[in-house]
């Protein structure tokens, strides 16, 4: 089945940039997402692209996406102690008639003053 | 954007009692929800689709009479979790369907402690 990989964990220190990848196997994927998810929260859609974009930016974010070797990543520019949660990214393919999320393992991002 | 809320946000259980939790979208009809079932440090599993007016459509190896689903108007679905055990203790989140574009918006989730 598809898979979605993510790092564990990310420590960055405040004002510095934050970039979190993730690598995908569905070569099918038509959407990809990052959400965030605070402690005891449920899921926050942060930004998505679409398969073939390459890049969108908004305000902090820019996600950059390549197809090729199926690699996705979130860049937060000036990191901020808010921004600490587990992001997780998640794609959605032609499984399930594009309703199924497959997600990542998420990582848990750690802003330190 | 669009609010989904969950209910209760936490509960505990003895074992062998049945819980419901219950999933509302506020400001919109949905007419597609999703069950999520999140372990410790771990990501979020599809549970089930749950459709409106029909069955919830079930993924591989969860337990249809385990997991009741029912969808009963367009903004509530409920998951039971029948015979509640100490293994069915997670974090169960639900999201629902803006129309057809794809965006989820999901609950502040559910924590299921079985005792």
């Known amino acids: 089945g598809e898979d979605v990989e993510q790092s564990l964990f990310l420590s960055v220190r405040e004002g510095d940039s934050s970039v979190i990848n993730c690598t995908y196997t569905?070569?099918?994927?038509?959407?990809l997402y990052w959400y965030k998810q605070e402690p005891g929260a449920g899921l926050q859609l942060l930004t998505y692209?679409?398969?073939?974009?390459d890049m969108k930016q908004d305000q902090r974010l820019t996600v950059l996406l390549n197809k090729k070797d199926k690699h996705l990543s979130l860049r937060i520019a000036d990191t901020q102690t808010g921004d600490s949660a587990i992001y997780f990214c998640a794609e959605t393919g032609l499984t399930g008639g594009g309703n199924k999320l497959t997600f990542g393992t998420g990582t848990q991002l750690k802003v330190e003053l | 954007g669009a609010v989904v809320s969950q209910h209760p946000s936490w509960v505990i259980c003895k074992s062998g009692t049945s819980v419901k939790i219950e999933c509302r979208s506020l400001?919109?009809?949905?007419?597609?929800m999703f069950w999520y079932r999140q372990f410790p440090k771990q990501s979020l599993m599809l549970m089930a689709t749950s459709n409106e007016g029909s069955k919830a459509t079930y993924e591989q190896g969860v337990e249809k009479d385990k997991f009741l689903i029912n969808h009963a108007s367009l903004t509530l679905s409920t998951l039971t979790v029948t015979s509640a055990h100490p293994e069915d203790s997670s974090f169960y989140i639900c999201?629902?369907?803006?129309?057809?574009?794809?965006?989820?918006?999901f609950g502040e989730g559910s924590r299921l402690t079985v005792l």
């Open positions: 692209i679409f398969s073939n974009m």
């Open positions: 569905d070569s099918s994927s038509t959407y």
């Open positions: 999201s629902a369907r803006v129309g057809d574009t794809g965006e989820l918006f």
């Open positions: 400001d919109f009809q949905a007419t597609t």
